[in-house]
């Protein structure tokens, strides 16, 4: 059996604007350091045999803070990005909080159903490549709900929102 540690990465400059940030590469804040410093302190005590991130900056730094060495391997994965907001990206987002049905968005803007097929890739991806070994892997809100909501075979509705730095574990 595979364990994942499935991690939201740190506070970053955009959370705390509230912008919305989608694959732009994003900052964590000193408070989004202490959070990932936190996890890894959590973690001391854990073999992990493998660090997976999203390939966007907030995530490699938050796992690298994680796993506590500067050099530590970190394989990154385009699997782990945050949805693709399209013309939401960069927007602030109680603006956008009046924009209920997704039929009225622009087109640009990844669809769930793609959302969660690229989290069942990622779940393959793990489960194939690291059979009987502990992945931690850094990724995104909505991107990870993404994952559990596969995971769990419920709707995303159903999967509780991750904090910044929040930790869930999957058995695969």
């Known amino acids: 059996m595979t364990t994942l540690y499935l991690v939201r990465h740190g506070e970053t400059v955009d959370n705390v604007k509230r912008i919305m940030q989608g694959q732009t590469q994003g900052e964590l ?3 989004g350091c202490q959070q990932a410093m936190q996890v890894g302190e959590n973690f ?7 660090y997976i991130s999203s ?3 907030r995530c490699i730094d938050t796992c690298r803070i994680i796993a506590g060495k500067p050099d530590v391997n ?3 994965s385009k699997l782990l ?3 693709d907001w399209g013309s939401f990206t960069g927007k602030y987002i109680p603006e956008l909080a009046n924009l209920n049905n ?5 087109k ?6 793609e ?3 690229r989290a069942a890739q990622f779940l393959a991806f793990v489960k194939e490549n690291y059979e009987n070994k502990t992945v931690l892997a850094v990724g995104h809100g909505i991107i990870n709900k993404a994952i559990q909501s596969v995971y769990h075979n419920k709707p995303m509705n159903e999967i509780a929102v991750m904090k910044n730095a929040d930790v869930r574990i999957l058995e695969l």
Do not use: G, M, Y
Request: aromatic residues 4%; charged residues 40%; proline residues 6%.
């Open 102 to 106: 997704p039929d009225e968005w622009p």
């Open 74 to 76: 970190i394989i990154q």
């Open 81 to 83: 990005r945050e949805r």
């Open 44 to 50: 001391a005590s854990v073999a992990i045999d493998v």
């Open 55 to 57: 390939d966007l900056k």
């Open 108 to 113: 640009d803007i990844e669809t769930l159903d």
């Open 29 to 31: 804040t000193e408070n």
């Open 115 to 117: 959302l969660k097929t």
